[in-house]
RNA sequence: GUGGGUAUAGCUUAGUUGGUUAAAGCGCUGGUUUGUGGCACCAGAGACCAUCGGUUCAAGUCCGAUUACCCACCCCA
Protein backbone atom coordinates (compact mmCIF):
# COMPACT_ATOMS: atom_id res chain seq x y z
CA UNK A 1 0.00 0.00 0.00
CA UNK A 2 1.61 3.33 -0.78
CA UNK A 3 1.17 6.05 1.84
CA UNK A 4 -1.05 8.61 -0.36
CA UNK A 5 -3.82 5.47 -0.28
CA UNK A 6 -4.03 5.76 3.24
CA UNK A 7 -5.68 9.05 2.82
CA UNK A 8 -7.90 8.63 0.50
CA UNK A 9 -11.55 7.62 0.69
CA UNK A 10 -11.54 3.98 -1.30
CA UNK A 11 -15.62 4.71 -1.66
CA UNK A 12 -14.41 7.08 -4.02
CA UNK A 13 -12.73 4.72 -6.00
CA UNK A 14 -14.92 1.66 -5.84
CA UNK A 15 -18.47 3.08 -6.17
CA UNK A 16 -20.44 4.62 -8.61
CA UNK A 17 -21.00 8.25 -8.51
CA UNK A 18 -24.37 8.64 -7.18
CA UNK A 19 -26.83 9.03 -10.03
CA UNK A 20 -25.30 6.79 -12.23
CA UNK A 21 -25.14 3.40 -13.29
CA UNK A 22 -23.95 0.09 -14.50
CA UNK A 23 -24.57 -1.77 -17.76
CA UNK A 24 -23.46 -5.38 -16.40
CA UNK A 25 -22.25 -7.54 -19.30
CA UNK A 26 -25.26 -9.66 -18.36
CA UNK A 27 -27.83 -6.68 -18.89
CA UNK A 28 -26.16 -5.00 -22.11
CA UNK A 29 -27.95 -7.21 -24.70
CA UNK A 30 -31.22 -5.65 -23.64
CA UNK A 31 -29.52 -2.28 -24.25
CA UNK A 32 -28.16 -3.54 -27.38
CA UNK A 33 -31.14 -4.65 -28.97
CA UNK A 34 -33.86 -1.88 -28.04
CA UNK A 35 -31.11 0.46 -29.41
CA UNK A 36 -30.96 -1.43 -32.85
CA UNK A 37 -34.93 -1.27 -32.52
CA UNK A 38 -35.33 2.24 -32.27
CA UNK A 39 -32.97 3.08 -34.84
CA UNK A 40 -33.76 0.43 -37.30
CA UNK A 41 -37.12 2.29 -37.32
CA UNK A 42 -36.18 5.83 -37.75
CA UNK A 43 -33.95 4.70 -40.36
CA UNK A 44 -36.70 3.28 -42.32
CA UNK A 45 -38.87 6.98 -41.49
CA UNK A 46 -35.30 8.49 -43.13
CA UNK A 47 -33.77 9.31 -40.92
CA UNK A 48 -30.24 9.70 -40.04
CA UNK A 49 -27.99 9.53 -36.92
CA UNK A 50 -26.58 12.84 -35.63
CA UNK A 51 -23.75 12.67 -32.97
CA UNK A 52 -23.12 15.84 -31.26
CA UNK A 53 -20.88 16.47 -27.92
CA UNK A 54 -21.44 15.30 -24.84
CA UNK A 55 -20.71 19.00 -23.71
CA UNK A 56 -21.60 22.21 -24.97
CA UNK A 57 -20.88 26.10 -24.37
CA UNK A 58 -23.40 26.78 -21.41
CA UNK A 59 -25.21 29.51 -23.40
CA UNK A 60 -26.65 26.87 -25.74
CA UNK A 61 -28.94 25.66 -23.55
CA UNK A 62 -29.45 28.75 -21.64
CA UNK A 63 -30.94 30.31 -24.81
CA UNK A 64 -32.68 26.70 -26.10
CA UNK A 65 -33.95 25.12 -22.77
CA UNK A 66 -34.95 28.51 -21.31
CA UNK A 67 -33.12 31.02 -18.44
CA UNK A 68 -36.26 30.11 -15.97
CA UNK A 69 -36.59 26.32 -16.35
CA UNK A 70 -36.02 24.57 -14.05
CA UNK A 71 -33.31 22.71 -16.30
CA UNK A 72 -30.81 25.64 -16.34
CA UNK A 73 -31.33 27.08 -13.03
CA UNK A 74 -30.30 23.93 -10.88
CA UNK A 75 -29.62 20.75 -12.90
CA UNK A 76 -27.23 21.25 -15.20
CA UNK A 77 -23.47 20.24 -15.17
CA UNK A 78 -21.91 23.17 -15.35
CA UNK A 79 -18.44 23.94 -14.82
CA UNK A 80 -15.09 26.28 -16.33
CA UNK A 81 -12.50 24.82 -18.53
CA UNK A 82 -8.85 25.79 -17.97
CA UNK A 83 -9.33 28.05 -20.48
CA UNK A 84 -11.85 29.92 -18.52
CA UNK A 85 -14.74 29.00 -20.74
CA UNK A 86 -18.31 27.96 -19.21
CA UNK A 87 -18.86 24.52 -20.24
CA UNK A 88 -21.95 22.27 -19.75
CA UNK A 89 -22.82 18.34 -20.20
CA UNK A 90 -26.07 18.27 -21.93
CA UNK A 91 -28.88 18.38 -19.93
CA UNK A 92 -30.83 17.00 -23.26
CA UNK A 93 -30.13 16.29 -26.89
CA UNK A 94 -32.61 18.78 -29.02
CA UNK A 95 -29.86 21.69 -28.06
CA UNK A 96 -26.84 19.70 -29.65
CA UNK A 97 -28.83 18.87 -32.54
CA UNK A 98 -29.85 22.04 -33.69
CA UNK A 99 -26.96 23.68 -32.95
CA UNK A 100 -24.68 21.46 -35.00
CA UNK A 101 -27.52 21.37 -38.04
CA UNK A 102 -27.01 25.39 -38.26
CA UNK A 103 -23.33 25.20 -37.35
CA UNK A 104 -22.76 22.81 -40.68
CA UNK A 105 -25.52 24.51 -42.65
CA UNK A 106 -26.88 20.99 -43.13
CA UNK A 107 -30.51 22.78 -43.88
CA UNK A 108 -28.65 23.68 -47.40
CA UNK A 109 -28.79 19.38 -48.07
CA UNK A 110 -32.43 20.05 -48.70
CA UNK A 111 -35.46 19.88 -46.29
CA UNK A 112 -36.75 18.39 -44.44
CA UNK A 113 -34.19 17.57 -42.20
CA UNK A 114 -34.64 14.33 -40.38
CA UNK A 115 -31.93 12.95 -37.68
CA UNK A 116 -32.07 10.55 -34.78
CA UNK A 117 -29.39 10.23 -31.85
CA UNK A 118 -29.11 8.33 -28.83
CA UNK A 119 -26.87 9.57 -26.40
CA UNK A 120 -26.40 9.68 -22.69
CA UNK A 121 -27.54 13.13 -20.82
CA UNK A 122 -26.65 14.59 -17.34
CA UNK A 123 -28.81 16.65 -14.82
CA UNK A 124 -28.58 17.63 -11.40
CA UNK A 125 -31.28 15.97 -10.10
CA UNK A 126 -32.07 14.10 -6.97
CA UNK A 127 -32.22 10.49 -8.07
CA UNK A 128 -35.18 8.36 -7.92
CA UNK A 129 -36.76 5.32 -9.91
CA UNK A 130 -36.77 6.51 -13.42
CA UNK A 131 -34.30 9.64 -12.72
CA UNK A 132 -30.67 9.42 -12.96
CA UNK A 133 -28.11 12.16 -13.35
CA UNK A 134 -26.67 10.27 -16.08
CA UNK A 135 -29.65 9.06 -18.15
CA UNK A 136 -30.14 7.88 -21.78
CA UNK A 137 -31.93 9.67 -24.78
CA UNK A 138 -33.05 8.30 -27.94
CA UNK A 139 -34.94 11.10 -29.99
CA UNK A 140 -35.53 12.11 -33.41
CA UNK A 141 -35.57 15.44 -34.90
CA UNK A 142 -37.57 16.76 -37.52
CA UNK A 143 -36.38 20.31 -39.71
CA UNK A 144 -38.23 22.64 -41.68
CA UNK A 145 -42.04 21.53 -41.93
CA UNK A 146 -44.55 23.41 -40.38
CA UNK A 147 -47.26 20.72 -41.49
CA UNK A 148 -49.47 18.86 -39.32
CA UNK A 149 -48.79 15.66 -41.34
CA UNK A 150 -45.02 15.94 -39.69
CA UNK A 151 -46.37 16.03 -36.43
CA UNK A 152 -48.74 12.95 -37.06
CA UNK A 153 -46.05 11.48 -38.72
CA UNK A 154 -43.78 11.71 -35.81
CA UNK A 155 -45.99 10.75 -33.12
CA UNK A 156 -47.10 7.58 -35.30
CA UNK A 157 -43.47 6.59 -35.17
CA UNK A 158 -43.18 6.50 -32.28
CA UNK A 159 -46.44 4.55 -31.47
CA UNK A 160 -45.40 1.89 -34.08
CA UNK A 161 -41.96 1.92 -31.85
CA UNK A 162 -43.90 0.88 -29.03
CA UNK A 163 -45.90 -1.40 -31.01
CA UNK A 164 -42.74 -2.97 -32.03
CA UNK A 165 -41.57 -3.82 -28.78
CA UNK A 166 -45.03 -5.05 -27.82
CA UNK A 167 -45.40 -2.90 -25.47
CA UNK A 168 -49.03 -2.09 -24.50
CA UNK A 169 -49.00 -0.34 -21.34
CA UNK A 170 -48.61 2.68 -22.20
CA UNK A 171 -50.66 5.60 -23.13
CA UNK A 172 -50.30 8.40 -25.86
CA UNK A 173 -51.47 11.79 -24.18
CA UNK A 174 -51.78 14.93 -26.29
CA UNK A 175 -52.64 18.87 -26.36
CA UNK A 176 -51.18 22.23 -27.65
CA UNK A 177 -49.77 25.16 -26.35
CA UNK A 178 -49.89 26.88 -28.92
CA UNK A 179 -47.62 29.72 -30.40
CA UNK A 180 -46.07 32.51 -28.45
CA UNK A 181 -48.62 34.99 -29.21
CA UNK A 182 -51.77 32.90 -27.96
CA UNK A 183 -50.02 30.56 -25.20
CA UNK A 184 -49.12 34.30 -23.77
CA UNK A 185 -53.14 35.08 -24.11
CA UNK A 186 -53.52 31.89 -22.08
CA UNK A 187 -51.20 32.52 -19.56
CA UNK A 188 -52.46 35.98 -18.38
CA UNK A 189 -55.72 34.48 -18.32
CA UNK A 190 -54.42 31.50 -15.92
CA UNK A 191 -52.81 34.08 -13.69
CA UNK A 192 -55.91 36.19 -13.52
CA UNK A 193 -57.87 33.21 -12.83
CA UNK A 194 -55.40 31.61 -10.44
CA UNK A 195 -54.91 35.09 -8.62
CA UNK A 196 -58.18 34.96 -7.23
CA UNK A 197 -57.18 32.51 -5.17
CA UNK A 198 -53.42 33.64 -3.94
CA UNK A 199 -54.22 32.63 -0.37
CA UNK A 200 -55.37 28.86 -0.78
CA UNK A 201 -52.94 27.73 -3.17
CA UNK A 202 -50.12 25.65 -2.23
CA UNK A 203 -46.30 27.35 -1.85
CA UNK A 204 -44.95 25.95 -4.74
CA UNK A 205 -48.07 26.80 -7.14
CA UNK A 206 -47.70 30.11 -5.60
CA UNK A 207 -43.87 30.68 -6.88
CA UNK A 208 -44.72 29.36 -9.93
CA UNK A 209 -47.63 31.80 -10.59
CA UNK A 210 -45.62 34.10 -11.88
CA UNK A 211 -42.87 31.95 -13.43
CA UNK A 212 -45.02 29.49 -15.48
CA UNK A 213 -48.10 29.45 -14.23
CA UNK A 214 -49.05 25.71 -16.68
CA UNK A 215 -47.32 23.79 -13.79
CA UNK A 216 -50.35 24.83 -11.43
CA UNK A 217 -52.56 22.97 -13.92
CA UNK A 218 -50.54 19.71 -12.84
CA UNK A 219 -50.32 20.20 -9.40
CA UNK A 220 -50.95 16.82 -7.36
CA UNK A 221 -51.98 19.18 -4.52
CA UNK A 222 -55.53 18.23 -3.46
CA UNK A 223 -56.71 22.08 -3.42
CA UNK A 224 -54.86 23.27 -6.17
CA UNK A 225 -56.00 20.24 -8.67
CA UNK A 226 -59.54 21.55 -7.03
CA UNK A 227 -58.93 25.23 -8.05
CA UNK A 228 -57.80 23.52 -11.27
CA UNK A 229 -60.58 22.30 -12.83
CA UNK A 230 -62.17 25.20 -13.70
CA UNK A 231 -58.75 26.88 -14.76
CA UNK A 232 -59.11 28.11 -18.29
CA UNK A 233 -57.86 25.72 -20.60
CA UNK A 234 -55.19 25.82 -23.44
CA UNK A 235 -57.30 24.98 -26.17
CA UNK A 236 -60.17 27.27 -25.94
CA UNK A 237 -57.04 30.04 -26.27
CA UNK A 238 -55.29 28.61 -29.08
CA UNK A 239 -55.58 31.10 -32.35
CA UNK A 240 -57.14 30.41 -35.31
CA UNK A 241 -53.79 28.93 -37.06
CA UNK A 242 -53.03 26.39 -34.00
CA UNK A 243 -55.82 25.30 -33.96
CA UNK A 244 -56.73 24.46 -37.28
CA UNK A 245 -52.80 22.92 -36.91
CA UNK A 246 -53.96 20.64 -33.73
CA UNK A 247 -57.46 19.61 -34.82
CA UNK A 248 -55.07 18.53 -38.33
CA UNK A 249 -52.53 16.83 -36.10
CA UNK A 250 -55.58 14.52 -34.51
CA UNK A 251 -57.62 13.78 -37.67
CA UNK A 252 -54.46 12.33 -39.22
CA UNK A 253 -53.47 10.78 -36.01
CA UNK A 254 -57.45 8.61 -36.03
CA UNK A 255 -56.85 8.53 -39.63
CA UNK A 256 -53.73 6.45 -38.55
CA UNK A 257 -55.49 4.56 -36.18
CA UNK A 258 -53.29 5.61 -33.58
CA UNK A 259 -55.30 5.97 -29.79
CA UNK A 260 -54.41 8.89 -27.54
CA UNK A 261 -56.57 11.53 -25.32
CA UNK A 262 -56.24 15.01 -25.31
CA UNK A 263 -54.67 16.19 -22.06
CA UNK A 264 -55.06 20.13 -21.89
CA UNK A 265 -52.92 19.85 -18.58
CA UNK A 266 -49.43 18.62 -20.65
CA UNK A 267 -47.25 21.06 -20.23
CA UNK A 268 -43.23 20.81 -21.16
CA UNK A 269 -40.67 22.33 -18.94
CA UNK A 270 -38.73 23.50 -21.73
CA UNK A 271 -39.22 26.78 -22.45
CA UNK A 272 -38.98 25.64 -26.63
CA UNK A 273 -42.26 23.99 -27.12
CA UNK A 274 -44.79 25.84 -29.24
CA UNK A 275 -48.12 24.06 -30.68
CA UNK A 276 -48.28 20.11 -30.90
CA UNK A 277 -47.12 18.62 -27.38
CA UNK A 278 -47.71 14.57 -26.55
CA UNK A 279 -45.97 12.21 -23.88
CA UNK A 280 -46.47 8.41 -23.43
CA UNK A 281 -47.17 7.50 -20.16
CA UNK A 282 -47.27 4.76 -18.12
CA UNK A 283 -48.58 3.34 -14.33
CA UNK A 284 -46.04 0.85 -14.27
CA UNK A 285 -42.72 2.30 -13.81
CA UNK A 286 -43.26 4.36 -10.62
CA UNK A 287 -43.81 8.21 -10.20
CA UNK A 288 -41.68 8.93 -13.03
CA UNK A 289 -44.33 7.78 -15.61
CA UNK A 290 -43.42 9.59 -18.70
CA UNK A 291 -41.50 7.16 -20.97
CA UNK A 292 -41.03 9.75 -23.99
CA UNK A 293 -42.10 13.16 -24.75
CA UNK A 294 -41.87 15.27 -27.04
CA UNK A 295 -43.39 18.27 -29.94
CA UNK A 296 -43.17 20.93 -31.51
CA UNK A 297 -40.71 24.15 -30.98
CA UNK A 298 -40.92 26.06 -34.21
CA UNK A 299 -38.94 28.99 -32.82
CA UNK A 300 -35.90 27.15 -31.68
CA UNK A 301 -33.85 27.26 -34.77
CA UNK A 302 -34.50 31.76 -34.54
CA UNK A 303 -33.75 31.62 -31.26
CA UNK A 304 -30.45 29.97 -32.02
CA UNK A 305 -29.63 32.89 -34.32
CA UNK A 306 -30.76 30.97 -37.70
CA UNK A 307 -33.50 31.76 -39.72
CA UNK A 308 -36.63 30.71 -38.58
CA UNK A 309 -37.75 27.27 -39.34
CA UNK A 310 -40.12 25.04 -37.50
CA UNK A 311 -38.81 21.95 -35.83
CA UNK A 312 -40.32 18.99 -33.67
CA UNK A 313 -39.18 16.37 -32.21
CA UNK A 314 -38.93 13.87 -29.07
CA UNK A 315 -36.59 12.27 -26.43
CA UNK A 316 -37.22 8.86 -25.12
CA UNK A 317 -35.81 7.54 -21.71
CA UNK A 318 -33.46 4.49 -22.48
CA UNK A 319 -33.98 3.50 -18.80
CA UNK A 320 -37.19 3.94 -18.35
CA UNK A 321 -38.15 2.17 -21.78
CA UNK A 322 -36.01 -0.67 -20.47
CA UNK A 323 -37.64 -0.60 -17.14
CA UNK A 324 -41.22 -0.47 -18.51
CA UNK A 325 -40.13 -3.88 -20.46
CA UNK A 326 -38.61 -5.17 -17.71
CA UNK A 327 -42.13 -4.26 -15.22
CA UNK A 328 -43.97 -6.08 -18.57
CA UNK A 329 -42.05 -9.31 -18.53
CA UNK A 330 -41.24 -8.60 -22.06
CA UNK A 331 -38.50 -10.91 -22.85
CA UNK A 332 -35.80 -9.92 -25.65
CA UNK A 333 -33.85 -12.45 -27.42
CA UNK A 334 -30.60 -12.88 -25.27
CA UNK A 335 -27.31 -13.23 -26.99
CA UNK A 336 -26.29 -16.17 -29.16
CA UNK A 337 -24.07 -18.91 -27.51
CA UNK A 338 -20.68 -19.94 -27.96
CA UNK A 339 -20.49 -22.30 -31.10
CA UNK A 340 -18.27 -24.53 -30.51
CA UNK A 341 -15.60 -24.68 -27.38
CA UNK A 342 -12.26 -26.28 -28.06
CA UNK A 343 -10.64 -28.13 -25.42
CA UNK A 344 -6.76 -27.73 -25.30
CA UNK A 345 -4.81 -30.47 -23.14
CA UNK A 346 -0.98 -29.89 -23.00
CA UNK A 347 1.30 -27.77 -25.10
CA UNK A 348 0.70 -29.30 -28.83
CA UNK A 349 -3.18 -29.73 -27.49
CA UNK A 350 -3.78 -25.86 -26.17
CA UNK A 351 -2.28 -24.78 -29.41
CA UNK A 352 -4.19 -26.11 -32.03
CA UNK A 353 -7.39 -25.45 -30.13
CA UNK A 354 -6.36 -22.35 -30.00
CA UNK A 355 -5.51 -22.13 -33.91
CA UNK A 356 -8.90 -23.57 -34.80
CA UNK A 357 -10.61 -21.19 -32.64
CA UNK A 358 -9.19 -18.73 -34.78
CA UNK A 359 -9.77 -20.43 -37.97
CA UNK A 360 -14.08 -20.78 -36.97
CA UNK A 361 -14.29 -17.20 -35.98
CA UNK A 362 -12.53 -16.12 -38.87
CA UNK A 363 -15.55 -17.94 -40.63
CA UNK A 364 -18.14 -15.84 -37.99
CA UNK A 365 -19.12 -18.50 -35.73
CA UNK A 366 -18.56 -17.47 -32.28
CA UNK A 367 -16.16 -20.25 -30.72
CA UNK A 368 -14.04 -20.46 -27.70
CA UNK A 369 -10.85 -22.02 -26.10
CA UNK A 370 -9.34 -21.82 -22.85
CA UNK A 371 -7.35 -18.74 -21.61
CA UNK A 372 -6.73 -20.61 -18.00
CA UNK A 373 -4.86 -23.44 -18.58
CA UNK A 374 -7.74 -25.23 -16.41
CA UNK A 375 -8.15 -29.10 -16.83
CA UNK A 376 -10.43 -31.26 -18.85
CA UNK A 377 -13.35 -31.19 -16.29
CA UNK A 378 -12.86 -27.33 -16.16
CA UNK A 379 -12.71 -26.64 -19.33
CA UNK A 380 -16.01 -29.13 -19.82
CA UNK A 381 -17.94 -27.78 -17.08
CA UNK A 382 -16.90 -24.35 -18.33
CA UNK A 383 -17.93 -24.81 -21.82
CA UNK A 384 -21.36 -25.60 -20.20
CA UNK A 385 -21.90 -22.55 -18.50
CA UNK A 386 -21.38 -20.26 -21.12
CA UNK A 387 -23.81 -23.20 -23.65
CA UNK A 388 -21.41 -23.84 -25.68
CA UNK A 389 -23.30 -26.22 -28.96
CA UNK A 390 -20.11 -28.09 -29.24
CA UNK A 391 -17.16 -29.27 -27.66
CA UNK A 392 -13.60 -30.73 -29.05
CA UNK A 393 -10.99 -31.97 -27.24
CA UNK A 394 -7.63 -31.72 -28.28
CA UNK A 395 -4.91 -33.04 -27.12
CA UNK A 396 -1.49 -35.15 -28.04
CA UNK A 397 -3.43 -38.06 -29.81
CA UNK A 398 -5.63 -35.35 -31.91
CA UNK A 399 -2.65 -33.06 -32.61
CA UNK A 400 -0.43 -36.13 -34.25
CA UNK A 401 -3.55 -38.03 -35.87
CA UNK A 402 -5.28 -34.49 -37.00
CA UNK A 403 -8.21 -36.34 -36.10
CA UNK A 404 -10.71 -34.81 -33.12
CA UNK A 405 -14.30 -36.09 -32.01
CA UNK A 406 -16.75 -32.64 -31.94
CA UNK A 407 -19.75 -33.24 -29.05
CA UNK A 408 -23.15 -32.15 -29.18
CA UNK A 409 -23.55 -31.06 -25.58
CA UNK A 410 -27.06 -31.09 -25.37
CA UNK A 411 -27.72 -34.37 -27.31
CA UNK A 412 -24.37 -36.39 -26.41
CA UNK A 413 -23.64 -37.03 -29.94
CA UNK A 414 -20.14 -37.37 -31.21
CA UNK A 415 -19.19 -36.41 -34.40
CA UNK A 416 -15.47 -37.17 -36.20
CA UNK A 417 -13.55 -34.09 -37.76
CA UNK A 418 -10.48 -33.88 -39.23
CA UNK A 419 -7.46 -31.23 -38.07
CA UNK A 420 -6.07 -31.06 -41.81
CA UNK A 421 -7.31 -29.25 -44.55
CA UNK A 422 -10.72 -31.04 -44.66
CA UNK A 423 -11.60 -29.49 -41.24
CA UNK A 424 -14.46 -26.92 -42.48
CA UNK A 425 -16.15 -29.76 -44.40
CA UNK A 426 -16.16 -31.90 -41.70
CA UNK A 427 -16.59 -29.35 -38.85
CA UNK A 428 -19.53 -28.36 -40.78
CA UNK A 429 -21.26 -31.02 -41.32
CA UNK A 430 -21.77 -32.13 -37.37
CA UNK A 431 -21.99 -28.40 -37.13
CA UNK A 432 -24.68 -28.08 -38.90
CA UNK A 433 -26.77 -30.78 -38.34
C1' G B 1 -33.53 21.54 -1.79
C1' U B 2 -37.72 18.81 1.58
C1' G B 3 -39.67 14.23 3.45
C1' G B 4 -40.08 8.57 4.33
C1' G B 5 -37.69 3.66 4.32
C1' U B 6 -33.44 0.37 4.34
C1' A B 7 -28.22 -1.17 5.62
C1' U B 8 -25.32 -8.84 7.95
C1' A B 9 -20.45 -12.88 2.37
C1' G B 10 -20.45 -11.40 -4.85
C1' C B 11 -26.33 -12.19 -4.64
C1' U B 12 -30.90 -13.48 -1.56
C1' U B 13 -31.62 -13.74 3.35
C1' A B 14 -31.54 -16.07 8.94
C1' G B 15 -29.62 -14.39 13.50
C1' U B 16 -34.47 -15.54 19.76
C1' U B 17 -36.07 -11.21 25.67
C1' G B 18 -28.72 -8.10 24.19
C1' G B 19 -24.98 -13.72 26.05
C1' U B 20 -19.36 -18.33 23.37
C1' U B 21 -15.79 -18.68 17.37
C1' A B 22 -22.05 -14.64 13.00
C1' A B 23 -25.48 -19.07 9.83
C1' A B 24 -27.78 -20.97 5.29
C1' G B 25 -29.00 -21.20 0.09
C1' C B 26 -27.30 -19.54 -4.57
C1' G B 27 -22.87 -18.12 -7.06
C1' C B 28 -17.39 -18.68 -7.37
C1' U B 29 -12.65 -22.06 -7.24
C1' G B 30 -10.95 -26.97 -6.72
C1' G B 31 -11.68 -32.29 -5.89
C1' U B 32 -14.53 -37.30 -6.11
C1' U B 33 -7.93 -42.90 -9.43
C1' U B 34 -5.23 -41.19 -14.73
C1' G B 35 -8.98 -37.69 -21.52
C1' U B 36 -15.37 -35.68 -21.61
C1' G B 37 -19.98 -31.03 -18.91
C1' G B 38 -24.92 -30.71 -16.39
C1' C B 39 -26.74 -34.15 -11.29
C1' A B 40 -24.86 -35.74 -6.53
C1' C B 41 -21.15 -35.68 -2.70
C1' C B 42 -16.71 -33.36 -0.43
C1' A B 43 -13.49 -29.28 0.33
C1' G B 44 -11.93 -24.13 -0.16
C1' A B 45 -12.03 -18.87 -0.75
C1' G B 46 -15.29 -15.01 0.64
C1' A B 47 -18.25 -10.58 6.31
C1' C B 48 -13.67 -5.45 10.37
C1' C B 49 -22.46 -7.31 10.72
C1' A B 50 -22.17 0.59 6.39
C1' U B 51 -19.18 4.30 9.56
C1' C B 52 -18.41 6.86 14.20
C1' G B 53 -19.96 7.43 19.05
C1' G B 54 -23.13 6.09 23.39
C1' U B 55 -25.81 2.62 27.04
C1' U B 56 -24.14 -2.24 29.25
C1' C B 57 -20.26 -6.99 32.73
C1' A B 58 -21.64 -8.08 27.52
C1' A B 59 -24.15 -4.94 21.18
C1' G B 60 -25.08 -7.77 14.53
C1' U B 61 -29.25 -6.95 18.17
C1' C B 62 -30.83 -1.01 22.18
C1' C B 63 -29.95 4.66 21.50
C1' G B 64 -27.75 8.91 18.69
C1' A B 65 -25.17 10.97 14.63
C1' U B 66 -22.98 10.38 9.82
C1' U B 67 -22.76 8.11 5.07
C1' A B 68 -24.68 5.26 1.16
C1' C B 69 -28.70 3.20 -1.35
C1' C B 70 -34.05 2.95 -2.36
C1' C B 71 -38.71 5.62 -2.69
C1' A B 72 -41.72 10.10 -2.87
C1' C B 73 -42.18 15.65 -3.42
C1' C B 74 -40.20 19.10 -7.01
C1' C B 75 -38.99 18.61 -12.12
C1' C B 76 -38.47 15.89 -16.43
C1' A B 77 -37.18 11.57 -20.58
Redesign the pocket.
Known amino acids: MCGIAVCIDM?LIT?RV?GTQDVLPSQSYKWQFVEKLLSDEAKLCGYKEIRTPVFEHTELFNRSVGET???VQK?MYTFNTKGGTSITLRP?GTAGAARAMLENAVYNDGLPIKVYYNTSCY?Y????????RE?H?FGMELYGTQSPSADADLICTVDSMFKRMRITDLRLEINSIGCPTCRAKFQQALKDYFSQYKDKLCE?CLS?LDRNPM?IL????PVCKQIAEDAPTVLDYLCDECSLHFNKVRELLDCMGVKYTVNPKI????DYYTKTVF?FVSDSI????????GGRYDGLVEELGGQAMPALGF???M??LLSLMEALNIELPEPENCGVYFIG?GEP?QKEAFRLTREVRNSGIYADCDI?S?????Q??????IGARF?V?I????VNTKKA?M?N??T?EKFDICLDERFFETFTVGFLK
Do not use: H, I, W
Not at 374 to 378: C, D, E, F, I, T
Not at 395 to 398: Q, T, Y
Open positions: NKKTDVEEREKPQAGRYFQTRRDCKSVRGLEGAQGTVCGALGERLGCRSLKAMKYADKTVGDDEVKMQG
